[in-house]
């Protein structure tokens, strides 16, 4: 796993990913930092704010399994994770949201929506792949078989009904004959009228800091001052235009947990319980971040 170092604005090499062997930092809070364009703002300003940490950047499903084994003390990891780990503590009022299209979730069906029977989940997904599910069975009665598209796989070697495609790559163009494109953002706002929120602040029990929530604050208020600088520096990273990415991040995203935020998150969390994709978790853990 690659560390953030120094400058608030680094090489596209600061952000690689390697193996595991910088978690073992014990001496260090450890903080994951989610790989996508989406969490830019949220961890810029981090090595200035908190140069006694070390920050590791990596997809969200990893980055939500390396906090479970305690590789990491706390994580921006995918919003689901509070349901599966109960005894896990929202850190921060600093998340990655949506309130309507949110451009960097989408399912590519082949067919259309009521029809679909096998689908395709990216591998780094956790909080998308629940929404889909709830999205399909709610709607359309759903269940599908699922499988799991690798980061490194093309949605082209998958010959399911539909893909669902989360972070940078989602973004980009998808050649393919689709039926139907959704953007989960969208969908969601269209059916409850709420926000999405797809990533927190999270910590592991009895890994939180008093300092934690005042350092992702203010990393989260200076990072969103920096859209424009963002933009130009990931959009060769990425792959995608500078102004699409200004766009992206200045009107597709809100970075701060308020009540609606928490609405939508109740709502998401009595959801993913009544369709048994958990069993625990509730609104609670997210009250006083």
């Not at 990216?122 to 598209?149: C, N, W």
């Not at 409850?192 to 005042?214: K, Q, S, Y």
Request: hydrophobic share 40%.
């Amino acid at each position: 796993m690659g560390r953030v170092r120094n400058s608030p604005f680094r090489s596209p090499q600061d952000f690689i990913v390697s193996d595991e062997s910088s978690f073992a930092v014990p001496s260090r809070c450890r903080i994951g930092a989610v790989s996508y364009l989406n969490s830019k703002p949220l961890i810029v300003e981090l090595p200035r704010l908190a140069p006694e940490a070390t920050v590791i950047v990596d997809l969200p499903s990893r980055l939500a399994d390396a906090l479970a084994a305690g590789r990491l003390d706390v994580a921006l990891v995918p919003s689901i994770e509070l349901l599966h780990h109960p005894d896990y503590k929202v850190v921060s009022d600093a998340c990655v949201s949506c309130e309507g299209p949110v451009r960097s979730v989408k399912l590519f069906s082949r067919v259309p929506p009521a029809e679909i029977r096998t689908l395709s989940l990216d591998e780094g997904s956790r909080t998308s792949a629940a929404l889909v599910k709830i999205l399909l069975r709610e709607q359309y009665g759903l269940t599908p078989e699922f499988e799991m598209l690798p980061i490194g796989a093309s949605h082209e070697s998958r010959k399911t009904d539909a893909v669902l495609l989360i972070g940078d790559r989602a973004m980009r163009a998808v050649d393919g004959p689709f039926e139907t494109v959704w953007d989960l953002g969208e969908q969601w706002a269209a059916w409850t009228g709420l926000p999405f929120v797809f990533a927190m602040w999270i910590a592991r029990p009895g890994a939180d800091r008093p300092w934690l929530d005042e350092t992702f604050a203010a990393a989260r208020d200076a990072g969103v001052e920096c859209f424009e600088q963002i933009a130009r520096r990931e959009s060769p990273v990425v792959g995608i235009s500078e102004d699409f990415c200004l766009s992206y991040l200045r009107d597709n995203l809100t970075f701060r947990l308020g009540p609606r935020q928490r609405q939508g998150l109740a709502r998401f969390f009595e959801l993913a319980r009544g369709l048994g994709l958990t069993t625990s978790g509730t609104i609670q853990q997210i009250d006083n971040p």
